[in-house]
DNA sequence: TTGAAAATATTGAATATTCAACAATTGAAG
DNA sequence: CTTCAATTGTTGAATATTCAATATTTTCAA
């Protein structure tokens, strides 16, 4: 009999296949709602994070919404044209720019959130409530354990 | 007390970026790896769809390697150049076209596999068995549930 | 059988992303 | 202090992706 080799198995049977496609799928849903207010899934992350108030240097957004400097700079580029967001030189550290967010943006953000409530409690209906919870749980972890 | 809402949910209890971020660390990591061969991660995918020998349609292959039609032609593109794969017009269906892969691209994807091999071992090891497989249960099964 | 609609793959133009180089500022060693 | 390395953000060119339009073939209804 020959021996199962790991080698042989399948795509779709990788963990990487497997992330990917999830996050494929559930993107893809995620940026039909979004689409409704014309704005893209990176958009809202920016805003959902400078939400807080307080101001948000670029590099630490570029980590916390999954973007690339250069990228990050041109939507941001965008977002200040459409005055979602605004830039403010650091006073502590000149080479840093602090990114706010608009009263405008506020306004745009919290129609964007109730978009993704709908989205999240769309999954929580077709996948269950125990299953979501314990798929958030094993993700984190594997973040972690990635560091 | 305040009613806690989830639309003030911070970004990263929310499933899609969870997904999003998971994604992002392991594909990375995979990234990291075949690049010691040159060859991006779609490639390695489309390689080892094919690798069944048979021939597939290019819109079953953009389905299967999760790209987009005109860009998995772009690619397939550019692997003729490298003669890891060829097209044959399907002769029961003319509009379509049938990828194989070749004997390089057979080569070549061996040596990918194991470099892919190494990292699922490398996750296995820091993340454990038992929530590996618990998590591509999960994973699974929320991509069915979201058909 | 014919003709319109659907399916399949590709193309080219418009967009977006990435890589490498740059400019400005800070930190820190000598 | 001065200088050199590190940090931060942006820019422009090179690449890659996407959207809409196209060409070809098949399907199917009339």
Known sequence: MAKPSKENSPITEH???????????????????L????????QWRILK???DGN?????ELADA???NHPTLTKMIDRM?????????????????????ISDRGKVLCKRLNSLAVDQEEHILESY???STSELKRLLESLIDSSN
């Open 15 to 33: 963990l990487a296949y497997l992330l990917a496609q999830a996050n494929r799928e559930i993107n893809r849903q995620l940026e039909l709602r």
């Open 35 to 42: 689409s409704k207010e014309g704005v893209p899934v990176e």
């Open 49 to 51: 994070v400078l939400s």
């Open 55 to 59: 101001g948000h240097s670029m590099g």
């Open 65 to 67: 919404v999954l973007l």
């Open 80 to 100: 200040v044209s459409d005055t979602l967001v605004y830039r403010v030189q650091d006073p502590n550290d000149r080479r840093k720019v602090l990114m706010f």
């Open 128 to 130: 269950g409530d125990k």
